[in-house]
């Protein structure tokens, strides 16, 4: 699959009606952003089964700012809704192929455990 471009129009049903969602934010004049462009194309075309989604912070400066996007690239991963990744600078195309193959293999029952869990301590001690 190839990278999709998402806005303020798109990016919610795209994470909404997918497992796995890959958004990598940069700018048309980030240097690092331009060297990670191709390497993330190439490895969106291995994983059907993922959404890659491309975020133009300049052209889309309020999703960034809802992301506390503070530098550029910056690669979030979504599995089920949820933020599973987030990670500014870029990856070698090894590294990004690691990082989806340990997405793939969580145990989401265990991830939304522990996300209750700790939203039941934080209740408690407010």
């Known amino acids: 699959m190839a990278t999709i471009e998402l806005n303020e129009q798109n990016l919610e049903s795209t994470v ?3 497992d796995i969602v890959i958004i990598d934010f940069w ?20 994983h059907a089964d993922v959404v890659f989604g491309k975020v ?3 052209d889309e400066q309020a999703i960034a700012a809802h992301f506390q996007i ?3 690239p910056t690669l979030m991963i979504f599995r089920e809704q949820i933020i599973i990744f987030a990670e500014a600078g870029m990856l ?5 192929e690691e990082v989806i193959e340990r997405v ?23």
């Open 27 to 46: 700018a048309p004049w980030c240097g690092p952003c331009k060297s990670f462009g191709p390497i993330y194309e190439e490895v969106s075309e291995k």
């Open 56 to 58: 133009n912070t300049e």
């Open 104 to 126: 793939k293999t969580l145990d989401m029952d265990k991830v939304k455990e522990d996300i209750a869990t700790a939203q039941a301590e934080a209740e408690a001690n407010s």
């Open 92 to 96: 070698p195309a090894t590294g990004l």
């Open 16 to 18: 909404n009606d997918n």
């Open 70 to 72: 503070r530098s550029i």
